[in-house]
Structure formats: structure tokens, C-alpha cells
């Protein structure tokens, strides 16, 4: 495929299905695009072909995408192709857009509600008028079914029977829901506000209820292109129809394979469907793959070409365009602390051999994966940002970054702009030239690198600019690249793209998962390993460990994979087979009584905001107690026990194998290794005294 030397021409250094996709006639367009085959690219060269070649005009054209960044991203890229003027927004942002627009003739008068930023502190207080105690954790999962239920057009009078229809995995009985639900409502308008649902329900209500309303909406917009339909909802579905209003000439762009949202609502029905509604419809089929190379594309096709159900008539075979790369890696380990630190080598070797560490992902099914490979590569020392936590804007020393360039910029700075803003981010502590070795100080460091080098990268004449384009960014979470390994669930990792990839913990119960009960459940399963094989470009590691922690229970692979085999596959150690079948429980605070959510929080007992009592004379005993039976070992430290076990120790001072094991991450097998050494350490003993002694510290 040819480059974008013709920058201006929408019809120039397009493929032949780009090509056909491009110059498809008016109305009905289905465009099936494979993973890395150009999506973005078709969808924009039509919009501005028809708009160059005036078939259209750019102001009655509504580009409908997911999330802000994709929709700035549509804008720039018309932008480029001279069709300027094009609507490119959300379907939540264009709602809204309506909505305040015709708040005067819709409210009669009245305020437009506030929008909820997020629907816990409103459930939390419908759970109480309803009877239901809800922690933070069950607030969040009834946040996410009340979602589900209204983005499916589902009342709370028919969530009972809804919820059992879908199958759904309720937290709670569905009767409480409905509950809760119910509640939820209630104290939502008594304090005069609206989720992001309502908005939506409020622009199809106003175009379907006031014919003044549809008409002049209609008007306005009379050409529409909706990005990932696969990804659509019901009530996102039932807008798209009001502002269509019968009309046709609709593109829509998605792909079957990479249905995996149906957990919020989601189907692939519409796309599945849509060459049934639309009889006349264009269907072009988007096949070859620039992202991957052959070998990558080889093993994505391998992956969902055993694929069942519905989506599976829609699946593309992609063919890949670049030129050869490594074979995929395929491997397994004695068990997951051993699998995040071969994880963390390679890493270290890829960023050692030229690869930037922001061009690496490590990629897990749940976000409770993350922690193994946050420590392991804090103690390889390699930098990593950890996805789909904050974001990039919404971090505390962005934010105070933020603060400061708007204060100096109406000051008077001598030098360049990057001058001027290294030397306000040094005000914050940050020294371009030590990073930290890894961990939240790295973290810190790295979110700040990246404002620097945006500031190298726009070239703003002025530090007025530069914070105004900061701004402009902030709003639609256009977030710089920060230089470190990304971290991130296969499902935050869907649209994006590494140069190596790392598929890791791939094993029965996690992938699928083990609440993945029905056939089509299991088939979303597939699907996501499928986006998360496409995400490479030349390097793909694939790995689980046999057991989930030293000489713990064996477990399955992946039923997706290919057969794992190879003689340079670690051999699985020696140990009991007996496995920690406590119970998982909700863990508190012990100083404020909250629920604690992260790893890390529960091992120490506390939140990491609450005030710590760390017996720091402790603590470096246990630690260099650590790092000699590690040491002795031959495994990372963090296998023996990591910094926030260590941590928990120093704080909590257990004084029995009970107490210990109250410590989240302390189980059956890590007693037997280093209980009766670390109970010693506890109660006074001299590191000296210990390593090496029998039963003490054994060997694995």
C-alpha cells in the first residue's frame, strides 16, 4: 500500500478493497475490516471523497465513534484530506451536543440536569433506601449491571427476567437489583441529576416525541458513519434510528471477531444483521493485515478460525503484508512468579536491544494479573505505566504540572518552550536526567518525561500555547506516550497497537474465565485472545505458568491455543500439590474500615492513604533476610515474599502461622518455606541465625 505522498487525494495509496469500500455508492454500506487492515483510513478517505468530489457537504456528516480520542483522531485525519467541517464525536458527545442545544424547547424552562461522573455514590445510597448493603466493590458491580440493564432498554420492572434471559452473573440475587434499581432512580432525580444513559434516552425522546426537533436534527445531519458496530447497544442502536429517521445512507465499519463487550450491553446482532435490513447494502471485506507480520496474522487466524456462533459467519481470514518476523513464543513455566520474571528479562532485552519500552504491552485477562508483573519489572528495573488505572490527565502530578505551566506562563520565562517547561517540571522534583529504577517513583517520572516531550514534539511558540493545547488535549483524553512497558487488561488493550506483545497467565479458570459458562460466553473468551494475538506487530510471547505459585496445583492451558510443547520449556518443580482453599473474603481497612480493592492494599491491611506504623528496624532485617535466601535460591526476591508482604510483616507483626496467614498473598506453601524463619525474624531473631538453618529456609 502506497504512503500518504498524496495527502490531499482520497483516492490515492488506497488497496483494492480500501479502494471499493472509498467509492462505494450513497446509501447502505457494511465495511467488514479485519484487525490492522486499514479501518480508520477507508472510513476517512469516504468521508472525504464524497466531500471533495461534493457529493456531500462536510456539515451534514456525523462520524460516530467510542471514544474522544478516536473521534480527534477522525478530525485530524479529514482535517489532512481537506474535508474540514465534519462532525466526529461520541455518541454520548453528540447527544449532549443536542441535547443542551434544545434543553430551552425540550425542559420548557427547566435546568438541565447535572451529569453523574459515576454511578457508585448514587447506588451506594439506593442500596441503603432499598435494604442492600453495598461496600465499594459490590457498588461498582451494581453500577455495571445498572448500566448493562438501561443501555439493553431494560426498566427495573423487568430486570428479573431480563437478567435471567441474558444469563447474566449477577452479584447479587437479581431481586436485590431490581431493588436497588429501582432506588437508584428514585434518588437520581430527586437530586436533579443524569447518568450517561439518560442522555442518550433523553435526545431519542425528544427527536421521537417532537417532530420540530427530529426535523431539524435531520436536517442537519443526513449522512452518518458509525466506527466498531460490532461494539453498538441496544439504546445507542435506537438513537442511531432517530437520527436516521428511515434514511439510508449510513457506513458502518466493524468486525465480528472483535465482539467483546457483550458483558456492557454490546451485541454484534446490528453488524451481523445489517445486509438483511438493508437488502441493497455495499459489503466490502477489509482482508489484508499492514499491522502484523505474516507469522503474527498466521496465529490470529489459527485462534479464531475454530470460532462458533453467530460472529463466526462474519469471520475474515486476514492476510498478512509485512515482510517476515519471528515465530510466535509460545511457552510455559514452572509457575506465574517465574512467568512474570522471564517476562521481565525479556522485556529488559527487547528495551536493551533498541526496542522503546512504550512500544512493549504485557497483557492479562483480569486486572488482578497486574501486580506479579508491576513487581517484577520494578525489579528488573524496566519502567511500565499501568493502563486503564487513572488516566493520563486525571494523575496527581500531571494535574499540578498542569497547575504550574498555566502559572509561568503568564510569567516571564527565558529560552524555548521545552526549556521552560523542564524547568517549571524541576520545580515538581523532576530531573530529566535520573529516573528512577521502577515502581510509582518511575511512574511519576515517566508521566512527566511525557509532558516534555510533547512539548519538543508540538513546537508552540509560546508557553501559552503549549498549555492551551494541553488543555484542548485533556478534554479529549488525548494522552502523550510515556516511556515505559504498558500494563493493561486485553480489553483496555482493544484499538491499540505495540511492537511487542506479551499474552500472559493463559490458563483454564482465567482464560476463559471460570464464570464463562455458556457456549457464547466461552466464544467471547476466544475473541479476546484474538485482539489480544492482533495487538502485535513483530514480536508475540505467549505464557502461562503450570501453577499459580511454587509447587501449587497444576493447571490447564488455554483451550485456544496452539499445543504448547518445546524442549526449552522450563520443567515444572517439585513440591506439595496441596493448594490454599481459603475462602476469598472482602478485606477492610484496619484503620478507616474501607474495603480494600488493590493487591497491594490487601496485604497491608490498610489503605495506602492511611497512616502507616512500619517497624523500619524490622523491615530491613526481613528484607536482608530476603535477599539472602533468595540469593541462596536462585529465584527473584519477590518470590520469596514482595516489598508490600514485606511491608505488611513490618506493620502488622504477626506472632502466629495464623496471623500470617491472615496476610493477603501468605498461603499453605509460603508458610511451610518461610514461616517458622519469618515468625523467628518477628520476634527478634538475627538474619545470621537463620539463613541456611533447616526448615528455616528450604529449598523449593
Not at 432506588?183 to 431519542?204: C, P
Not at 472483535?258 to 454490546?266: D, E, H, K, M, N
Not at 517497624?615 to 527473584?636: K, M, T, Y
Request: with cysteine; proline share 5%.
Amino acid at each position: 500500500m502506497a504512503g500518504d505522498s498524496g495527502r490531499h487525494d482520497p483516492l490515492r495509496g488506497l488497496d483494492p478493497e480500501q479502494l471499493a469500500a472509498v467509492t462505494a455508492p450513497a446509501g447502505p454500506v457494511c465495511i467488514l475490516a479485519g484487525a490492522g487492515t486499514g479501518k480508520t483510513r477507508a472510513i476517512t478517505h469516504r468521508i472525504a471523497h464524497r466531500v471533495v468530489d461534493e457529493q456531500v457537504q462536510a456539515r451534514h456528516v456525523l462520524a460516530v465513534t467510542f471514544t474522544a480520542r478516536a473521534a480527534a483522531q477522525l478530525r485530524e485525519r479529514l482535517a489532512a484530506l481537506s474535508a474540514t467541517g465534519v462532525s466526529a464525536r461520541t455518541f454520548h458527545a453528540a447527544a449532549l451536543r443536542q441535547l443542551r442545544y434544545f434543553a430551552p424547547r425540550l425542559l420548557r424552562g427547566r435546568e438541565m440536569p447535572e451529569l453523574v461522573d459515576s454511578k457508585a455514590r448514587l447506588v451506594t445510597l439506593a442500596g441503603s433506601r432499598a435494604g442492600v448493603r453495598a461496600d465499594r466493590t459490590t457498588a461498582r458491580d451494581l453500577s455495571s449491571e445498572i448500566e448493562w440493564a438501561k443501555s439493553s432498554l431494560v426498566e427495573p420492572s423487568e430486570y428479573e427476567v431480563a437478567a435471567a434471559k441474558a444469563q447474566r452473573e449477577t452479584p447479587l440475587p437479581a431481586a436485590e437489583i431490581a431493588k436497588v434499581f429501582t432506588a437508584y432512580e428514585q434518588v437520581k432525580r430527586s437530586a436533579g441529576m443524569m447518568d450517561f444513559e439518560d442522555l442518550l434516552r433523553a435526545i431519542v425522546w425528544g427527536i421521537e416525541e417532537h417532530s420540530d426537533v427530529a426535523e431539524q436534527i435531520r436536517s442537519q445531519y443526513r449522512h452518518f458513519v458509525v466506527d466498531e458496530y460490532q461494539d453498538v447497544n441496544p439504546l445507542q442502536q435506537r438513537l442511531l434510528d432517530a437520527w436516521l429517521g428511515g434514511r439510508r445512507d449510513l457506513t458502518v465499519v466493524g468486525d465480528a471477531a472483535q465482539t467483546i463487550y457483550s458483558f456492557t450491553g454490546a451485541t454484534s446482532g446490528y453488524l451481523i444483521d445489517f445486509p438483511r435490513q438493508f437488502r441493497e447494502a455495499t459489503v466490502v471485506r477489509l482482508v489484508r493485515d499492514y499491522r502484523s507480520t505474516p507469522q503474527v496474522v498466521g496465529l490470529a487466524n489459527a485462534v479464531i478460525r475454530q470460532a462458533g456462533g453467530v460472529e463466526a459467519k462474519l469471520r475474515l481470514d486476514l492476510v498478512g503484508q509485512r515482510p517476515d518476523g519471528p515465530a510466535p513464543d509460545i511457552r510455559q513455566f514452572a509457575d506465574e512468579p517465574t512467568e512474570a520474571a522471564a517476562v521481565a528479562a525479556r522485556c529488559s532485552e527487547l528495551i536493551a536491544s533498541g526496542v522503546p519500552a512504550a512500544e512493549i504491552a504485557v497483557l492479562f485477562r483480569a486486572n488482578a494479573q497486574s501486580e506479579a508483573y508491576e513487581e517484577a519489572l520494578a525489579e528488573a528495573g524496566v519502567p511500565y505505566v499501568v493502563r486503564g488505572g487513572e488516566r493520563f490527565f486525571e494523575r496527581a502530578e500531571v494535574r499540578q504540572a498542569m497547575i504550574a505551566l498555566r502559572s509561568a506562563s503568564r510569567g516571564e520565562l527565558e529560552g524555548t518552550v521545552p526549556d521552560a517547561v523542564a524547568e517549571v517540571l524541576r520545580g515538581l522534583g523532576w530531573e530529566p536526567a535520573q529516573p528512577p529504577s521502577g515502581g510509582a517513583a518511575r511512574e511519576r517520572w515517566e508521566a512527566l518525561a511525557a509532558l516534555h516531550r510533547l512539548a519538543q514534539e508540538i513546537g508552540s511558540p509560546t508557553l501559552t500555547e503549549f498549555t492551551e493545547e494541553l488543555g484542548r488535549r485533556a478534554d479529549a483524553q488525548h494522552a502523550p506516550t510515556v516511556e515505559g512497558v504498558t500494563l493493561a487488561s486485553l480489553h483496555s488493550a482493544k484499538g491499540l497497537e505495540w511492537d511487542a506483545v506479551f499474552l500472559v497467565g493463559l490458563v483454564e479458570g482465567t482464560l476463559p474465565t471460570a464464570y464463562a459458562k455458556t457456549p457464547q460466553a466461552v466464544e467471547e473468551e476466544r475473541r479476546l485472545l484474538y485482539v489480544g494475538v492482533t495487538r502485535a506487530r513483530h514480536w508475540l510471547w505467549l505464557s502461562y505458568g503450570q501453577s499459580r505459585s511454587p509447587g501449587g496445583r497444576a493447571r490447564k492451558p488455554c483451550r485456544f491455543l496452539p499445543s504448547l510443547g518445546g524442549s526449552d520449556a522450563p520443567a515444572q518443580r517439585k513440591g506439595p500439590s496441596k493448594v490454599d482453599r481459603r475462602r476469598a473474603i472482602a478485606v477492610s481497612c484496619r484503620v478507616c474500615g474501607a474495603t480494600l480493592l488493590g493487591g497491594s492494599e490487601r496485604k497491608l491491611g490498610r489503605c495506602q492513604t492511611c497512616p502507616a506504623d512500619l517497624d523500619e528496624e524490622l523491615f530491613e532485617r526481613l528484607r536482608e533476610w530476603r535477599s539472602r535466601v533468595a540469593a541462596e535460591q536462585g529465584v527473584p526476591a519477590y518470590v520469596v515474599f514482595t516489598d508490600a508482604t514485606l511491608t505488611a510483616l513490618a506493620e502488622r507483626r504477626p506472632t502466629s502461622t495464623d496471623d500470617l496467614m491472615s496476610i493477603a498473598g501468605i498461603g499453605p506453601r509460603k508458610i511451610e518455606l518461610y514461616g517458622p524463619a519469618t515468625l523467628a525474624l518477628l520476634n527478634g531473631a538475627d538474619v545470621d541465625d537463620l539463613v541456611g538453618e533447616k526448615n528455616l529456609a528450604t529449598e523449593p
